[in-house]
């Protein structure tokens, strides 16, 4: 017997329409659908998709064993793994039996997400593919209402969990810049901006395009209580010209 | 009378099917295209929507004064905004006769693209929305089969067009790079790529998802006929892990 593809399925930023045709067709053909999801929360990418979800679908949520409860570091390595491990397991036995599984993935699956973790583990034994999609970085532009980066300008992406020391020289060197997974992070990131002298070009970006979406001047944005997928731009300086 | 919406609609990477539902409803629902289009080729955007435009539709072919043509770089700088006013021009008499009119952009209209110089133009005076779409920054990493970049990794993305010298600073400070509009630049990227000690890491990408895409070591490209559109790509290394 033919074993499945494993399909990284980008499912888009949060707006159900900024998803793909062709996610939508993957998403038709596929008779297993899975997804990550942290304990207490219902997944976003599953609710993306909801339209898209017939009662035959075999639905798989793969279940992170911690989010942000406090955990030693290398215990949270090795559980993490343990369960990527574990994951990859779950969905090669539909493959196995011949069926094709879509892992679903908030914007696009290979821009620093965590379907790498079980692309990884199966795409030496089954057939992969990944369907990509609308990443943040540029649905943030789209809401901001303003160019993200134009003409030969640098842009630099970075995850806010770097040191404020990195984020600041980083920021201070590039033309425009994105802060990823900012949540928690937000007053060092907040700090690395106002060192590199940036703070009047920057924004704060939480929910972009899903319902709840808000966008303000960082210097604005409240510290308690930014979620895990909130965003700093410092847009494009070329692009007015 | 109501004036019309200027919507900037990123049709994705090259694959029709990578269009979001969003591209194809506004298409479907816009009565005039517009699409920037060099003089002698075919526009790519709009051979991506082929299938979405009806015989009711309105098209408007932007044509650039100039392409590749060698000129003086003031006298080029001119007639680049002589045609971007003229273009908004052109579209602004659609939406004040009550039209809206969508702009086709390849990829992300916000993303180094086109379109940002006719939504300065309009945005003022008009209702503008952008569609984002799938930038061919990830695109890339979709046809590689290969993350982009993960966890706390720092992406740069370049322009072709810089000095070597800045290139190659900038490849060696980065972990995950991608450079746009290769093209006839690709002699300079590949040195800036070796004297950053990258080479073997980095790829060449042609045409993603489209019909003709090449993907090559970047030390095997042939560096006599790469395409604007090509882009050189250094992903993840953390990723594998």
Do not use: W
């Amino acid at each position: 017997m033919t074993t499945g593809c494993c399909y990284g399925v980008g499912v888009g930023p949060g707006d159900p329409e900024l998803m793909t045709l062709k996610a939508a067709r993957v998403l038709a053909e596929c008779p297993v659908i899975a997804y990550f999801q942290a304990t207490k929360r219902t997944s976003n990418a599953r609710r993306i998709i909801d339209e898209h979800v017939r009662a035959d679908h075999v639905e798989m949520p793969l279940v992170y064993p911690v989010t942000t409860e406090p955990v030693a570091p290398s215990l949270y390595e090795t559980l993490l793994v343990d369960f990527y491990d574990e994951s990859a397991k779950r969905i090669a036995e539909f493959l196995d039996a011949g069926l094709d599984v879509a892992v679903l993935c908030e914007g696009d699956p290979f821009f620093f997400g965590s379907y790498m973790y079980v692309h990884h583990r199966l795409s030496d034994r089954y057939a992969t593919e990944v369907v990509p999609g609308v990443s943040s970085l540029v649905a943030c532009a789209a809401v901001l209402g303003t160019p993200l980066a134009a003409r030969d300008e640098v842009l630099t992406v970075l995850s806010g969990v770097l040191p404020v020391d990195v984020l600041a020289e980083r920021i201070a060197s590039a033309d425009t810049v994105v802060v990823l997974k900012v949540g928690r992070n937000l007053g060092r990131v907040r700090d690395a901006v106002g060192r590199a002298g940036r703070t009047d070009d920057a924004f704060y970006v939480e929910r972009a395009t899903m319902a709840g979406e808000r966008v303000l001047p960082l210097a604005d944005a409240d510290l308690a209580d930014a979620p895990y997928f909130s965003m700093v731009v410092i847009p494009s300086v070329a692009a007015a010209r």
